[in-house]
């Protein structure tokens, strides 16, 4: 079983659509949870940050966390058609040390 | 955020070349770099973490008289790929990290590099 498994898609829907994405985990260790977007041939953007359990949310954005299910969650209201690129989810155990990426979730949004 | 630049940002080269690809934190000081290897629809592999002034630790499996890292100065790291085999050309992505906060590791636009 990989550390981080997320469903790679692809994933289409049209604009104005909310979007799920999800990644679950197995190790326990892991408490600092982030979303990273990449479009193609470039390198990932920072979208949210969760430390340990919980939600958070951002504009359009929300993570949510639910450590005790290891499972991850990113959701995108109103979606939008330059929201269309790779989403990935990553996690470490510790800060200051290299995160753990899922494969990433590619989403096109059509308008 | 922070900037990272990579250097080059796409290169082609022969089987049995080394390539130099090089990594740069443009507005901070990065004591920690990370370089990330990924290949087509899979996920970003750590490679090697490198400490400024320090030999870089590398994850089991990536050959390290291979990848040849350098962290000489608290701006730049690189990654030499030696003698390089068609079955070394990726996407190279590196990040660099300042304080320890884990989302304060800003990555690189990646490399990619094609052996034929």
């Known amino acids: 079983q990989k550390e981080v498994e997320q469903d790679p898609g692809p994933l289409s829907v049209p604009e104005g659509a909310i979007v799920s994405l999800n990644c679950t985990y197995s190790?326990?260790?892991?408490?600092?949870f982030m979303w990273y977007r990449q479009y193609s041939r470039k390198g990932p953007e920072l979208l949210m940050y969760?430390?340990?359990?919980g939600n958070k949310e951002d504009g359009r954005f929300t993570a949510q966390v639910d450590k005790s299910s290891k499972y991850i969650s990113l959701f995108i209201r109103d979606s939008q058609p330059s929201d269309s690129a790779t989403y990935l989810c990553?996690?470490?155990?510790?800060?200051?040390?290299?995160?753990?990426f899922g494969k990433g979730t590619t989403l096109s949004v059509s308008s | 955020g922070a900037v990272v630049s990579q250097h080059p940002s796409w290169v082609i080269c022969k089987s049995g070349t080394s390539v130099k690809i090089e990594c740069r934190s443009l507005?901070?000081?990065?004591?920690?770099m990370f370089w990330y290897r990924q290949f087509p629809k899979q996920s970003l592999m750590l490679m090697a973490t490198?400490?400024?002034?320090?030999?870089?630790?590398?994850e089991q499996g990536v050959e390290k008289d291979k990848f040849l890292i350098n962290h000489a100065s608290l701006t730049l790291s690189t990654l030499t790929v030696t003698s390089a085999h068609p079955e070394d050309s990726s996407f190279y992505i590196c990040?660099?990290?300042?304080?320890?906060?884990?989302?304060?590791?800003?990555f690189g636009p990646g490399t990619r590099l094609t052996v034929l």
């Open positions: 990553a996690m470490s155990g510790q800060a200051g040390t290299a995160l753990i």
């Open positions: 507005d901070f000081q990065a004591t920690t």
């Open positions: 190790n326990s260790a892991f408490q600092y």
């Open positions: 969760t430390y340990s359990s």
């Open positions: 490198s400490n400024e002034g320090s030999k870089a630790t590398y």
């Open positions: 990040s660099g990290m300042t304080s320890g906060r884990a989302d304060e590791q800003f």
